[in-house]
């Protein structure tokens, strides 16, 4: 029957994508449904000026990190066009007429750039390295693992349980003390630990912050810096980013080539109103025309929020998960700013544009970035805004003719309660801000500027359902983390109704555009049909 499926996955952001194409290759008659017009959800690459078409950005989400080589391997991605170069060097201006390059991978130019603010910070790279990668080893490892459910007395639990001490019966006291500090502690604190300059300790402490609502002396910012620090592009460089050819958008078509070659089915404009269930079961979805599919599997790569709170009935849910998932919390205070210049930027401190291919990033100091978070949790928005700034027309000149370059800034903080209540003409304002804070140490750079377009809290939320305007889904903050991610007992991908799994970013490893949860669920799904014998495959339940 045309309207029976083995699996329907509801959303077709790139973990959708990535459960589709594996559920696909295991023989599972799948489907994705995306409400949009495309699928890829924040991994989004869009010609935005009418008036010059032939401009392309990458929407919100804007470079790689996190994905593993499994995912590439399996699904075959360069087959189907995926393509990336290493983002970096990193250059960070600062008001006095000084900066620091930092590199990914040349350690001795990084001493130096270290050293021409402290010498003591230079030579505690090699530490701050061995730290990090010390950490790398144990949660690399760990975003590839389903979560127990912690505290649970039923035998397997407590058999999952002892796996995970097991896991980490090697880190003895001093391993113990640095996974507490890490997952505790201020990225402030813990840089603290290790440098001494305000210069130095302002370029280490930003991967702290990308896309989190939350300044540098935020307990738990240390966890969200190692997040995006312990990811392989696939050449072996721990904590390298990448830019893909084609924008982000790239990464989703050969994401939705992979799962079409497989055998999904992929179905745009097709939002679902409702998922069915029965006796505690699922068994289908409702989409908004009318039209009922079924399968005894559903897969939601939404935001929770939109799962269980609109998509299900409060009453055929758990009262405690309930309250779990309305607490969920998805603040952000982000603001995406993409631009098209008729030249590169000249920065006064560096006018040779040589080392200037990665980011560039608006932050002063460690008092400015937490100034700009203060104002906006106070409810108004940064005077002076942090951005993390991306060209990738220097690794991509495709994106833009020639002459042009687009600029990609990720940009905090505004007030969270912009998501619900926008304000348009103080987004603009904050643009504004945000570009004269670049002029400032690149005269010439406003005047560049050819086309802008600014995407807030309210307009992620409503056009791509980033609730609260938050990429990762939700906040990474050391409660909404593995096992609690996104609510106790339900961090292992299954939820309350049987044969409905959720895979969104909201889910552990969730944050960044990785694929990982989509990975570790549909492995969950596979040992549960294998558990009630019954095949993942043949169009009902079996």
């Given at each position: 029957m045309?309207?029976?499926y083995?699996?329907?996955?509801v959303?077709?952001?790139?973990?959708?994508?990535i459960a589709?194409?594996?559920?696909?290759?295991?023989?599972?008659?799948?489907?994705?449904?995306?409400a949009?017009h495309?699928?890829?959800?924040?991994?989004d690459?869009?010609?935005?000026?009418?008036e010059?078409?032939e401009?392309?950005?990458?929407?919100?989400s804007?470079?790689?990190?996190?994905?593993?080589?499994?995912?590439?391997?399996?699904?075959?991605?360069?087959?189907h066009?995926?393509?990336t170069v290493?983002?970096g060097?990193?250059?960070?201006p600062?008001?006095?007429?000084r900066?620091?390059?930092?590199y990914?991978?040349?350690?001795?130019a990084?001493?130096?750039?270290f050293a021409?603010?402290?010498k003591?910070?230079a030579?505690?790279?090699?530490?701050w390295d061995?730290?990090?990668?010390?950490?790398a080893?144990?949660?690399g490892?760990?975003?590839m693992?389903?979560p127990?459910?912690?505290?649970?007395?039923?035998?397997?639990?407590?058999t999952?349980?002892?796996?995970?001490?097991?896991?980490?019966?090697g880190?003895?006291?001093?391993?113990?003390?640095?996974?507490?500090?890490l997952?505790?502690?201020s990225i402030?604190?813990?840089?603290?630990?290790f440098f001494?300059?305000?210069?130095?300790?302002?370029?280490?402490?930003l991967?702290?912050l990308?896309?989190?609502w939350?300044g540098?002396?935020?307990?738990?910012?240390?966890?969200?810096?190692?997040h995006?620090s312990?990811?392989?592009?696939?050449?072996?460089?721990?904590?390298?980013w990448?830019?893909?050819i084609?924008?982000?958008?790239?990464?989703?078509?050969?994401l939705?080539s992979?799962?079409?070659?497989?055998g999904a089915?992929?179905?745009?404009?097709?939002?679902?109103?409702?998922?069915?269930?029965?006796?505690?079961?699922?068994?289908?979805?409702?989409?908004?025309?009318?039209?009922?599919?079924?399968?005894?599997?559903?897969?939601?790569?939404?935001h929770?929020?939109?799962?269980?709170?609109?998509?299900?009935?409060?009453?055929d849910l758990?009262?405690?998960?309930v309250?779990?998932i309305?607490?969920w919390?998805?603040?952000s205070?982000?603001?995406?700013?993409?631009?098209?210049l008729?030249?590169?930027?000249?920065f006064?401190?560096?006018?040779?544009?040589?080392?200037?291919?990665?980011?560039?990033?608006l932050?002063?100091s460690?008092?400015?970035?937490?100034?700009?978070?203060?104002?906006?949790r106070a409810?108004?928005?940064?005077?002076?805004?942090?951005?993390d700034?991306?060209?990738p027309?220097?690794?991509?000149?495709?994106l833009?003719?020639?002459?042009v370059?687009?600029v990609?800034?990720?940009?905090q903080?505004?007030?969270?309660?912009?998501a619900?209540e926008?304000?348009g003409a103080?987004?603009?304002?904050?643009?504004?801000?945000?570009i004269?804070?670049?002029?400032?140490?690149?005269p010439?750079?406003?005047?560049?500027v050819?086309?802008?377009?600014?995407l807030?809290?309210?307009?992620?939320?409503?056009?791509?359902?980033?609730?609260?305007?938050?990429?990762?889904?939700?906040?990474?903050?050391?409660?909404?983390?593995?096992?609690?991610?996104?609510?106790?007992?339900?961090?292992d991908?299954?939820?309350?109704i049987?044969?409905?799994?959720?895979?969104?970013?909201?889910?552990?490893?969730?944050?960044?555009?990785?694929?990982?949860?989509a990975?570790?669920?549909?492995r969950?799904?596979?040992?549960?049909?294998?558990?009630?014998g019954?095949?993942?495959?043949?169009g009902?339940?079996?």
């Amino acid at each position: 029957m045309d309207d029976r499926y083995d699996a329907i996955v509801v959303g077709g952001g790139h973990n959708g994508l990535i459960a589709a194409a594996y559920l696909a290759k295991k023989g599972a008659r799948t489907v994705v449904l995306e409400a949009r017009h495309k699928t890829g959800g924040a991994a989004d690459t869009m010609s935005p000026w009418p008036e010059a078409p032939e401009i392309k950005v990458t929407t919100l989400s804007y470079v790689m990190s996190l994905m593993p080589d499994t995912i590439l391997r399996d699904l075959d991605l360069a087959g189907h066009g995926y393509r990336t170069v290493p983002t970096g060097p990193y250059f960070v201006p600062f008001p006095d007429g000084r900066h620091i390059i930092q590199y990914d991978d040349d350690a001795r130019a990084n001493y130096d750039e270290f050293a021409k603010f402290s010498k003591r910070d230079a030579d505690a790279i090699e530490q701050w390295d061995a730290w990090i990668g010390g950490l790398a080893d144990v949660l690399g490892p760990l975003l590839m693992a389903t979560p127990p459910r912690l505290g649970s007395a039923s035998l397997g639990d407590l058999t999952e349980q002892l796996r995970l001490a097991w896991r980490f019966r090697g880190l003895k006291v001093q391993g113990v003390a640095d996974v507490t500090r890490l997952m505790t502690m201020s990225i402030v604190d813990i840089l603290d630990r290790f440098f001494e300059s305000d210069q130095v300790k302002t370029v280490m402490a930003l991967n702290g912050l990308i896309g989190t609502w939350a300044g540098p002396h935020e307990p738990g910012t240390g966890y969200v810096m190692a997040h995006h620090s312990i990811g392989d592009v696939g050449d072996g460089h721990v904590g390298a980013w990448a830019t893909v050819i084609g924008g982000m958008g790239a990464v989703s078509a050969a994401l939705e080539s992979a799962a079409r070659s497989s055998g999904a089915e992929v179905r745009t404009e097709a939002p679902v109103d409702r998922i069915l269930t029965a006796g505690g079961a699922v068994h289908g979805v409702v989409l908004g025309s009318g039209e009922e599919l079924h399968a005894p599997i559903v897969v939601a790569a939404t935001h929770p929020q939109i799962t269980f709170l609109r998509q299900l009935d409060a009453e055929d849910l758990p009262d405690g998960f309930v309250h779990d998932i309305r607490n969920w919390r998805s603040r952000s205070g982000t603001v995406k700013i993409n631009l098209a210049l008729d030249r590169a930027p000249v920065f006064t401190s560096k006018p040779d544009q040589a080392d200037l291919t990665g980011g560039f990033e608006l932050a002063h100091s460690i008092a400015y970035l937490e100034t700009a978070f203060e104002e906006a949790r106070a409810g108004r928005a940064a005077a002076v805004p942090f951005s993390d700034g991306n060209m990738p027309t220097f690794a991509d000149p495709t994106l833009a003719p020639e002459g042009v370059h687009v600029v990609s800034l990720f940009t905090q903080w505004c007030p969270a309660e912009w998501a619900d209540e926008p304000d348009g003409a103080a987004l603009e304002a904050y643009a504004d801000r945000v570009i004269a804070g670049y002029d400032d140490l690149a005269p010439g750079f406003a005047d560049s500027v050819l086309h802008r377009q600014v995407l807030g809290p309210h307009e992620m939320q409503e056009e791509w359902g980033l609730i609260g305007g938050n990429i990762f889904h939700g906040e990474l903050s050391a409660e909404q983390l593995f096992h609690m991610r996104p609510a106790p007992g339900f961090a292992d991908y299954r939820t309350p109704i049987r044969g409905l799994y959720q895979c969104s970013s909201a889910t552990h490893a969730g944050g960044g555009v990785t694929g990982i949860p989509a990975y570790n669920c549909v492995r969950e799904i596979v040992r549960d049909r294998r558990r009630a014998g019954r095949r993942i495959k043949g169009g009902r339940a079996r």
